[in-house]
């Protein structure tokens, strides 16, 4: 909810200065974050049949088992992503969804034997991309700029006052 932020900045505190796309930080995010889910996803779909939610969902789940509202706060993917990914990933026997005997009204979502192995087919793969991208930036620019964009990410659910999601 952008209602959580004020537009109503005392005076001298607003940039006044002309919106230039290329240089709006949430523009650059957005076009290199696009520009690194197409290059993975070309990978994921050529070699494993993988969209880019499935993969999502095999990663997290990888890490154990979870509700699929665990797994929408986790990878903040909508309700509806998560949920075709999944009924695709079982149908593939990837995946298995159960009934969550702690509430009836979700299910668990765990990786079955064949998902596991096809994980750890698919990690060091993802894990070779990471380093490709940032290869020329040294280890403590690499933790400065997770240690940044994590900052940016908390800024962002403070300002949208979605703390739950």
């Known amino acids: 909810m952008a209602g959580?932020?004020?537009?109503?900045?005392?005076?001298?505190?607003?940039?006044?200065?002309a919106l230039v796309l290329d240089d709006y930080l949430p523009f650059r995010l957005s076009v290199a974050s696009n520009g690194v889910s197409r290059l993975i996803a070309r990978a994921y779909?050529?070699?494993?049949?993988?969209?880019?939610?499935q993969w999502r969902l095999m990663a997290v789940l990888a890490?154990?088992?979870?509700t699929q509202q665990q797994v929408v706060s986790r990878t903040v993917m909508d309700k509806v992503s998560v949920s075709?990914?999944?009924?695709e990933l079982v149908a593939r026997s990837l995946l298995v969804r159960d009934a969550n005997t702690g509430d009836g009204r979700s299910h668990l979502l765990a990786l079955t034997a064949m998902g596991r192995s096809?994980?750890?087919e698919i990690a060091p793969l993802a894990k070779a991309y990471e380093a490709a991208l940032l290869t020329g930036l040294a280890p403590s620019e690499v933790a400065t700029l997770k240690r940044l964009l994590m900052r940016l990410e908390a800024a962002a659910t403070k300002l949208s006052g979605d703390g739950g999601r």
Do not use: N
């Open 84 to 87: 075709r990914a999944a009924r």
């Open 45 to 53: 779909e050529d070699r494993f049949g993988l969209t880019i939610p």
């Open 118 to 120: 096809l994980h750890a």
């Open 63 to 66: 890490e154990g088992g979870l």
């Open 4 to 17: 959580h932020l004020s537009l109503a900045s005392p005076p001298g505190e607003v940039d006044t200065s």
